[in-house]
């Protein structure tokens, strides 16, 4: 096993189960060395409707409204892990945040496009049912990417905040 210095990417979101996941990556896993990639897999919003009956009537402002609610989401969780990172003293830290209409798909490209060595994701509970139906990202990232996954159940992330 390789002693080097390992690219970790964590997958976030805003919930507190990446924050969770975050935690126990500090505490479990994290080595001075390594270079740390947080990553944020953002749906980007659909553009409104258009009809051939009012092809004029985009809402503009609406639009505009809601990009500019999603970068100062973006915004805020990549000010959150900056000071998350900078107090846990990871010094090699990058947030990444893309647009994509599959997390789990963005999060096993990022981490081969990265070349990571590996990932560690926070999962939600769902239950067997509604994972069957729903999907889970956690679990397609398991099954996807092609180096070692962490899957931090909600129960592990240490002390709540």
């Given at each position: 096993?390789?002693?080097?210095?390992?690219?970790?990417?964590?997958?976030?979101d805003?919930?507190?189960?990446?924050?969770?996941?975050?935690?126990?990556?500090?505490?479990?896993?994290?080595?001075?060395?390594?270079?740390?990639?947080?990553?944020?897999?953002?749906?980007?919003?659909?553009?409104?409707?258009?009809?051939?009956?009012?092809?004029?009537?985009?809402?503009?402002?609406?639009?505009h409204?809601?990009?500019?609610?999603?970068?100062?989401?973006?915004?805020?969780?990549?000010?959150?892990?900056?000071?998350?990172?900078?107090?846990a003293?990871?010094?090699?830290?990058?947030?990444?945040?893309?647009?994509?209409?599959?997390?789990?798909?963005?999060?096993?490209?990022?981490?081969?496009?990265?070349?990571?060595?590996?990932?560690?994701?926070?999962?939600?509970?769902?239950?067997?049912?509604?994972?069957?139906?729903?999907?889970?990202?956690?679990?397609?990232?398991?099954?996807?990417?092609?180096?070692?996954?962490?899957?931090?159940?909600a129960?592990?992330?240490?002390?709540?905040?």
């Amino acid at each position: 096993m390789s002693s080097g210095p390992r690219t970790v990417l964590i997958a976030v979101d805003e919930s507190d189960h990446s924050r969770q996941a975050f935690r126990w990556f500090v505490s479990e896993l994290f080595r001075p060395d390594d270079r740390v990639i947080v990553y944020h897999s953002a749906e980007a919003p659909s553009l409104p409707n258009v009809t051939m009956s009012s092809p004029i009537s985009v809402p503009v402002d609406d639009w505009h409204r809601i990009l500019m609610s999603r970068l100062e989401a973006m915004r805020a969780l990549e000010d959150e892990y900056t000071v998350r990172a900078r107090d846990a003293d990871i010094r090699n830290f990058q947030f990444v945040a893309e647009n994509s209409r599959h997390p789990g798909e963005a999060i096993v490209e990022a981490s081969n496009r990265f070349n990571v060595s590996h990932i560690v994701i926070g999962c939600r509970g769902l239950g067997s049912l509604r994972r069957a139906f729903l999907g889970s990202v956690s679990d397609y990232v398991a099954r996807n990417a092609f180096v070692p996954t962490s899957i931090v159940p909600a129960a592990c992330g240490g002390d709540r905040e």
